[in-house]
């Protein structure tokens, strides 16, 4: 007598994947706080990811420059942004030969381009005259939140689709790091390596790295304010 | 399993279900990102004329696909990459390789790439796809010396 074959359900099978996700992910099993801690950790380990990309990037253009870290033997990311404090957290020092030229920090508050020549000394929370970058090449010796002009390049990481509202987001970071300058402006090649002018005043460049392919859709707008967009994928 | 052993509503009912495990292990953001992706078609394969959503089933395969996707970046592959590529290149002030990274959180220091890697995860959801695509149920069986 043939046995009867049991039909899968939809409840079944999320029954199975509730089961899932408590043996490998901790759902039901452990605390809010500590899940949310772990899912930041990924967001921060696509932020390394995407930091690498960049210092590969630079070498690449300039095989001499040297990338040295200071402040320990591991780099530090914070989960909320804030300013450069010297010798707080480390940071990467990039040489070309004996002299500094770049300093690498990650989630750093710079002054937007509407905050005015006073935000530089401004303490506690800067309500909108900031914007946090999730990685920096700053001019060396750069304290606080770094004014646009001692930005050379930002990045941002996105480990997740990309969709319209970040774009959104992309923009409107980038429109407080510079002003629009048609004609384009001089950047510098090494930081820059995608293009000698960019539309941007100050001359500084920003990117955007996805490990989703949909980034590739908003190339034009990203053009057309100096963004540069990278898929990064797994 | 045959993909058209349940209809829209119950594939709606599996995706629901998992949009809502995602974002209880954390991951509200991402899930709130991909939500904005589901319904948009393929704009390289469907004629501009015909711009329908995804059917539930198409948008539960997609979703999974980029879940495993995402979680990739913490697999033990994608850790040891990290750690290879640090290492060579920056060095510390004595000549040292790079180790690794922190993060500061609620005041604790937190070192990156440590704890479970997420290749098991990543294995089960791709039996979860190959099962709702119409390969084997092996999602549903339980493994060797597993409890239940």
């Known amino acids: 007598m043939r046995s009867p074959t049991r039909r899968l359900t939809p409840a079944a099978i999320a029954v199975r994947l509730a089961q899932e996700f408590s043996r490998h992910l901790g759902v039901g099993r452990h605390t809010a706080s500590s899940l949310v801690r772990s899912a930041r950790m990924q967001d921060k380990a696509y932020e390394l990811s995407a930091m690498l990309s960049l210092i590969g990037s630079i070498k690449h253009v300039q095989p001499r420059l040297v990338f040295r870290l200071n402040g320990g033997t591991n780099i530090a990311f914070k989960t909320g942004g804030g300013p450069i404090v010297r010798g707080a957290t480390s940071h990467i020092e990039i040489f070309d030969g004996a002299l500094i030229v770049g300093e690498i920090w990650t989630d750093v508050e710079c002054l937007a381009i509407s905050a005015g020549p006073g935000a530089k000394s401004l303490r506690g929370n800067l309500y909108g005259k900031c914007h946090e970058l999730d990685v920096v090449v700053v001019r060396p010796g750069t304290r606080d939140r770094p004014l646009p002009k001692e930005i050379l390049i930002g990045a941002e990481a996105k480990n997740r689709p990309f969709n319209k509202q970040l774009l959104k987001q992309l923009l409107g970071v980038r429109r ?37 392919p949909l980034i590739d859709r908003y190339k034009d707008p990203a053009d057309y304010w100096g963004i540069r967009m990278e898929h990064v994928p797994f | 399993m045959d993909p058209d052993a349940f209809d829209d509503e119950e594939w709606q009912f599996l995706l629901d279900e998992l949009r809502m495990l995602v974002v209880r292990a954390g991951f509200a953001d991402w899930d709130s990102a991909m939500a904005q992706c589901l319904t948009e078609p393929d704009e390289e394969t469907a004629p501009v004329d015909a711009l329908i959503a995804p059917s539930p089933h198409t948008q539960l395969r997609n979703y999974t696909e980029r879940f495993m996707r995402f979680l990739k970046v913490d697999s033990a592959w994608a850790r040891e990459r990290r750690r290879e590529t640090l290492g060579s290149l920056v060095q510390t002030p004595d000549g040292l390789r790079a180790e690794g990274a922190v993060v500061a959180t609620g005041g604790l220091l937190v070192k990156l790439d440590t704890g479970p890697p997420t290749d098991a995860m990543i294995e089960t959801l791709g039996r979860f796809l190959d099962m709702i695509g119409g390969g084997p149920d092996n999602f549903m069986r339980d493994e060797p010396g597993e409890l239940t």
């Open chain 1, 176 to 212: 407080e790091m510079m002003m629009r300058a048609p004609r384009g402006t001089r950047c510098s090649p090494w930081f820059v390596w995608w293009d000698r002018m960019l539309p941007a005043n100050p001359a500084s460049g920003l990117v955007a790295y996805c490990s989703s």
